[in-house]
């Protein structure tokens, strides 16, 4: 059984940072990435930002420049760092792992379904 724990959401300024982080307990196929996903109230849940077993990263256009993930093998963590936070980042913040395309289209998704409870980031302006 997979778990996947987030921490680090908080209320921040405007123009600050916050670093994000997911734990991983159990065993999981290192095929699966893992990502950071967010849904703000009101509006569906969209990918932030996602990285490979062997390090390879993805940015949604609003995380480039700004939010850096990375990851920890040795500790199952991946972490994302944002910085120049802007109000419309508040959304709850998810931690997720992630079927790259030649798992889902062999249908077996459910190799990677994991999902935590999220965490809360608040950016006041």
């Known amino acids: 059984q997979v778990q996947l724990r987030e921490s680090g959401g908080d209320s921040v300024q405007a123009g600050g940072s916050l670093r994000l982080s997911c734990v991983r307990r159990?065993?999981?196929?290192?095929?699966?990435?893992m990502g950071w996903y967010r849904q703000a109230e009101g509006k569906e849940r969209e990918l932030v930002s996602s990285i490979t077993h062997d390090g390879t990263t993805t940015y949604a256009d609003f995380a480039k420049g700004r939010f850096t993930i990375f990851q920890d093998l040795d500790k199952n963590s991946i972490y994302l760092e944002m910085t120049r936070l802007e109000s419309d980042d508040t959304a709850v913040y998810f931690c997720a792992s992630i079927a790259p395309w030649a798992v889902r289209v062999s249908g077996r998704e459910n190799l990677c379904a994991y999902w935590g409870q999220g965490t809360q980031v608040t950016v006041s302006s």
């Open positions: 159990g065993t999981m196929s290192t095929i699966c990435e």
